[in-house]
Every structure is written in C-alpha cells, then in structure tokens.
C-alpha cells in the first residue's frame, strides 16, 4: 500500500510541472504586460540569458532598455513601450528579430541579424616601445686611413672622428687630412651635438647640420641649432595610414586579417558589425583579405584592394623641422667658414588617409627667400599624385617653381614620374654653388616584373638649364635568373647633350658560395672614350664577423684590378693594386676604432652604429650572441664588443650557460638592450661564483672524520662523506671551520690556492 501510495504520488508531481507552466503561459496571455523568466538563446549561442521580460498584449515578447545593452542589441528606432514608468521594446520585426517561444519550457529561440547587434572596434595589436638603456659616459674614435702611389706621384689621406655620448645626448666632430706632392689640408668637417626624444619622435642638433629640403627645396650644409621630427627613434611607429579591416557576424567568430597573404592580425569578436583597426601595410598595391571563422567552422572570405605609399603620412601625423644658422662654405676645404645667416621652417601632415599637405619658407641674410607648398594625394589604385608650387627670388626679382609627379607600385608593375619647372626669376637657398640655373628637371620610369621570364626597367631623365644646353638620358635593364647557371643582365643606355653618347652592356653573375662570385660581361660603347671592352673578375666578400675578402679583375683593354682586405674585431685592412693606360698604382688603408667605457678601452670595427660591451666575469673564450646569432668571443678580461646594435631597438645579448665554468651559476642567460643613438651600453652577465673546493678532513690521529659529521663556515654548513671527503662553495682565500659529529668535534683553517682551476682539491686537511 505505501509503494502504490508514492508511485502515485511521483507521478501526480511529474503531471503537476508541466501543468504549471501551462497555467503560467495563459496567465501571461490573459493579463497583458505580466511578468515572466524566460531563458533566450540568441543565434544557436551556446550559453542562454535568462531574462525577466513581459508580453504585450499581441504576444510578443517585450524586453527592457537596460537589456537590450547587456545583450548588445541595438535600440531599435520603433516597438517601444512604457509600462509602470519602465520602457521596453518588442522582441520582433522591429528589430528583425525572428522568435520561437516554447510556453511548455518558457525557452525562446531568437535570430537576429547581424546589424541589429552593437558593433565591435578593435585595434591590431602594436608593439610597444621599447625603453632606452640608460648610456653611461664613455667616448669613441673611429678613423680611416690610407697611401698610394701611381708612377711617381705619391699621396696619403686620413679621416677621423670623436665622438662623447651619455644620458644627455652624443657629440661628434670629424676632420680630413691629405697630403699630395703639391698640397697639404687638414680640415675640420662637422661637428654636432645631438639630443633625441623618442617620446616626442624628434631630435635636437646644435652645430653642424644639414637643411631638410621637403617637397621642393634644397639641402644646404649650415652650422646652428636645428629641431625637427625624427621616426627613426621610433623604428616601430608606422607613419604611413594604416587600413582598417569591417565585417558583420551573425554569432561569436574568430577574425584572421591577411595582407598580400601574409598574416597580421587575429580577433575574437561577438556578433554584429565589427572593425579591426590600426592595420600595418606594405608600400604599394596588395589585397587586404577578413576570414571569419565561426563556432561551426564555416568560413567566409572578404577581399578589397587597397594602395599605400611612403609620402603619406597617418591622419594628424605630423613632420617638421625649424633651422636656423649659417651657410657653410668651402665645406671640406675650410674648418670655419661660415657664411649668410639661413632660416627654414617645414611642416607636414597627414589631413586624411588619402591626402598630406606641408608648407615650407626660407629666408637668407643676403635677401633670398622662397616660400611654398606641397601635397600628397592617393588617386584610388592609380597611385600617389604629388604636387609643388613656390615662389622665390632676391632683390632682383621673384619667380615661381611648379612640380607634378606620381607613382605606382605593384606586384608586376611600377611606374614613376616626375617633372618640375622653374622660372629664370626663381632662386632659393644652395643654388649659389650651381654653375648653370636650372630651369627643368623631369624623370620617369616603367618597370615590369615578368616572373620567372626576368624583370625590367625602362627610365628617361631630362635636365635643362638657362644658359646652358639641355641632357637627356635613355635607360633600358633587364635581368634574368637562368637558375644553377647565374644571373643575366643586359644594360643599355643613351645620353643627348651636344654631343651623342651610347653605350650597351651584358653580363653574367654566378654565386660560387662561401660569399664568392664569378662574372664576366662584354661591352661596347660610343663616343670620345668608346669602344669594345671584355671583362671578367673573381670576387669574395668581407664576412659579418672576421676573415678576408678579395676581388680579382682582368679586362681585354690592359686594366687590372686586384683587392685584398683581411676584416678583424679591432678593424679592417686591405691593399688595392690597379693597372690602366699603362700604369700601375697601388693603395693601401686601414679602418677602426676604439671604444671607451667603464669596461676600459677596447679596439673595434669603425663604430658607426650604436655599440656595447659584453662582460662576462673574467671568462676567457665564451661565445656571445646578439638576436641568437654568434657575434664574437670573450677576451682574457670576459669581455666582448658588439658593434652594430640597432638604435631604438631591443637587442637581445645572450651566452650559452653551458659554456660558463664549473665554478660560476649564470642567473640571466638573456640581456634586452636598447641604445641611444651612436652610444654604448655597458652590458654585465651577473655571474654567482660558486669558489669551490674538495679536501679530505682528518682527526689528529690520522682517521678520516666519520661521514655523516657537519663542517661549519660561519653560517654555511656542509655534509661529510665517506672516508672524509668534502665539498664547500663561498669559500675565500682563507677561512675557519668547525666539524663537528656525534661524540666529537674539531676545527682547523683553510686556505682556497691561487689559480684558475675552478674547483681545486685542497688535500688532507688535519682537524684538530
């Protein structure tokens, strides 16, 4: 009876459930705007919401505002409703909204579309900068010197540079020296200091500089200060516009942007519109391909093409550049020769993705000025159009200066031209050292990349003056790979001015290994120094770290050229011997430097780069790696110079842990570094010395001390084994121990021996 009782029981529960949610259903359609707990699964998303919602009077499901943000719906514009102060909007066609209520389960399953959803914006993920190593002072001479001799003539030169660099910047000055049987110079080249603020991507120099000509000016040498944007403090920064990558998905997807086929970004996003941004790109035409990966594994694939050119600059970027000082003259002849007082302001900025705009002003002591504009626009796929206007003149008179140009780059093609006119009145800063004013200046090109049938490249050029005549130039290369058997070339070119001028050459290239080449080439020319010339020469270059290099070259006109340099960590030597027109000449030079720093003074390779010195304690022969890459080996004091490290960048120094000496513990395998500009980095391995021994402990009577006693040094202590034998680290040249055991104790004085031997064996050691 009591079982029959409980079956029924359960199953008059098991009815009673269902009956219930039936009886909530109909209660929410006869009561308009009850509540209800209804579970939704949007779009097949795996985790349902449960939400408290109302029904109007149709049916249909109402939600409140707040929830349509948690649900990150949009707010549709129609569909909503007030009740009790509250507002809500229907769940339906209003927002395109597709729904399915079971009012057995109150489970609803909704479908929306992808527009309904809030959109998603992610930027591409950007490496950070890294921070600058701090520099302590130190200093650097680099230096290049040679001597010849051609028949009876003799001559030698010489060319050095200092330089001092710390925290607060880097000063160097170059000098000149030659000495030819009729003259002797000695001059004074430049000097600056310099300042960079990576922060600020620019740069301070005071001194000796050279102007920043823009989109139209001149580069003219002057001494003074000189203020203006420097990227390369910032190797990271893309100045370029960046792309941005839009879609819609309908539920939770995984986003994988590719350019030109190559990957740069990966995004999970919720459903709805979304836009990655902040997308580096390649220079010139690519494609830009979105996959959207969803929960299921169906894929869909987006491409658009999109172009990208170096003379434009990212929306409010900016590049400029403030100049005042005076001309130099008679640069590499006089030390001090200074002359009108020179002022040049440029500015440039990135107004739109496809559009950057500068302006630019000069002004000279003796009257010259010139002040004008420039632009870049991106024509679509076209390419880059640029564009140039100034006006310019002195006191006798003012003239303009017009420019128009554009470039195209592609996979298979790119094209280039570029024309710029100016009037007679027309003057600006550095033309006084031009022999002839020039009145146009126009260049072009057409270049085809033909696969694996070669690639080629078409050029013209025109220059023509005021008082003077006019040069054109013809151009024709081509190139091909034959595989194994090298490379082709073929080079042809013609020039117009007065007289004629051709000339056509082929040659072959073949890649022996090891750095060596062979090649030969025939070639035939016109014109006052023309004629037929075979040439074929052996060549092997210098190495990344030490070896030799050389060149071996022979011709069908009696010239020879022979080359030999021998490369080595304190710098490079080498000795040229040459043969043409019946005489011979030889050359020999040498080029180093010396870097000073905290670490002491160390030769080099000329330093012309940002350096380091690598100390690894007092190891003799480990090897150290720059980037995973082995770049040299310690001296007898552990230490190594490293003398390429990219400015502004993190290079990575390591050694192998393997190499290090028994009686050292390398806690830090890798060290990052990042140098200022042209300085040097101290870098130190932290080395733990372990200045270990082994002895054998003996009691008074010549026994061994029984193992298991304990040997104390201070407050390290150290087990006894068998028949005595010990091992201790941390010990000096000469310390105190107490053993002491069950039944027993002693103590005695030991001294660690001199000498490189890492762990040494002391001997007996009597205990008293």
Not at 418 to 442: C, K, N, W
Request: hydrophobic residues 40%; proline residues 5%.
């Amino acid at each position: 009876m009591r079982l029959r009782s409980c079956i029924t029981a359960t199953l008059l529960l098991a009815a009673a459930a269902p009956a219930s949610a039936v009886q909530r259903s109909a209660e929410m359609a006869s009561e308009p705007f009850a509540e209800a707990v209804v579970e939704l699964h949007i779009n097949d998303q795996p985790a349902p919401v449960a939400l408290v919602v109302r029904r109007d009077v149709d049916g249909t499901l109402l939600i409140r505002a707040a929830d349509l943000e948690n649900l990150r719906l949009k707010t549709p514009l129609r569909g909503a409703v007030q009740v009790n102060g509250e507002r809500y909007y229907r769940l339906g066609p209003e927002m395109g909204a597709v729904v399915a209520l079971d009012d057995a389960t109150m489970q609803a399953r909704v479908t929306v579309p992808a527009q309904a959803f809030l959109p998603t914006r992610r930027a591409s993920t950007q490496a950070d900068t890294p921070r600058v190593t701090r520099s302590t002072p130190g200093a650097f001479v680099n230096y290049d010197v040679s001597a010849e001799q051609s028949g009876d003539r003799r001559q030698s030169g010489a060319f050095v540079e200092l330089g001092l660099f710390g925290n607060q910047g880097v000063l160097t000055s170059t000098m000149v020296a030659n000495a030819a049987p009729l003259q002797r110079r000695i001059a004074r080249l430049d000097t600056t200091w310099n300042r960079d603020f990576p922060d600020m991507t620019a740069t301070l120099r005071v001194g000796d500089s050279i102007s920043s000509p823009g989109g139209w000016g001149r580069a003219v040498r002057f001494g003074g200060v000189q203020f203006g944007t420097n990227f390369s403090t910032q190797p990271m920064l893309v100045t370029t516009p960046l792309l941005a990558a839009h879609g819609e998905a309908v539920v939770p997807s995984t986003v994988d942007v590719f350019v030109n086929g190559r990957p740069v970004a990966s995004e999970a996003v919720p459903p709805g519109p979304f836009s990655i941004d902040h997308l580096p790109v390649l220079t010139g035409a690519g494609q830009l391909q979105i996959v959207v990966t969803d929960a299921l594994g169906r894929q869909q694939v987006l491409s658009q093409p999109y172009y990208s050119g170096t003379a434009l600059l990212r929306p409010d970027l900016a590049e400029y550049s403030f100049e005042l000082g005076s001309i130099r003259q008679d640069y590499g002849e006089r030390s001090l020769d200074y002359g009108d007082t020179l002022g040049v302001a440029m500015y440039r900025r990135g107004i739109t993705d496809t559009l950057t705009a500068g302006a630019r002003a000069e002004a000279q002591s003796n009257g010259v000025y010139a002040l004008g504009a420039d632009a870049a626009w991106q024509a679509g796929l076209a390419g880059i159009v640029n564009a140039q206007i100034a006006a310019g003149g002195d006191a006798g008179g003012t003239g303009f200066l017009a420019g128009l140009g554009i470039e195209h780059n592609s996979d298979r093609l790119s094209a280039y031209a570029q024309t710029q006119y100016a009037s007679r009145a027309f003057v600006q800063s550095g033309m006084a050292d031009l022999t002839y004013r020039p009145r146009q200046r126009t260049f072009a090109g057409l270049g085809f990349d033909f696969g694996r049938h070669g690639n080629m490249q078409v050029a013209y050029g025109l220059q023509s003056y005021y008082d003077s005549e006019t040069v054109q130039t013809f151009g024709l290369s081509y190139s091909l790979s034959i595989g194994a058997l090298g490379y082709l070339g073929l080079f042809a070119s013609h020039a117009i001015a007065g007289d004629q001028d051709s000339s056509l050459l082929l040659s072959w290239t073949l890649a022996l290994g090891d750095r060596r080449t062979l090649s030969a080439s025939l070639q035939q020319s016109s014109g006052a120094n023309g004629g037929f010339e075979a040439r074929t020469s052996l060549q092997r270059d210098l190495p990344a770290g030490s070896g030799i290099g050389y060149r071996m070259s022979l011709a069908s006109t009696d010239e020879q050229d022979a080359y030999l340099a021998y490369q080595g960590s304190a710098g490079t030597a080498e000795i040229d011997y040459a043969r043409r027109d019946g005489e011979s000449g030889v050359r020999i030079g040498a080029s180093g430097g010396l870097a000073v720093t905290a670490a002491g003074v160390m030769p080099a390779r000329p330093l012309q780069q940002s350096f380091a010195i690598v100390q690894v304690a007092d190891y003799e022969g480990l090897t150290v790696y720059l980037d995973n890459q082995p770049i040299g080996t310690t001296d007898e004091q552990g230490r190594v110079l490293i003398d390429a490290l990219r400015p502004y960048e993190r290079n990575e120094i390591s050694v192998d842990p393997k190499q290090v000496p028994m009686d050292g513990s390398l806690s830090q395998r890798a060290i990052g570094v990042t140098p200022a500009y042209r300085s040097g980095a101290l870098v130190r391995f932290p080395i733990e010395r372990a200045m270990a021994a082994t002895m054998r402990l003996v009691q008074a009577d010549g026994s061994p001390v029984p193992a298991g006693a304990e040997a104390m040094f201070g407050t390290a202590r150290f087990p006894i084994a068998l028949d005595g034998l010990l091992y201790v680290e941390g010990l000096s040249d000469s310390a105190s121990m107490r053993v002491t055991w069950i039944g027993g104790t002693c103590s005695s004085a030991v001294r660690r021996p001199e000498g490189n031997d890492p762990v040494p064996d002391l001997g007996d050691v009597r205990c008293e």
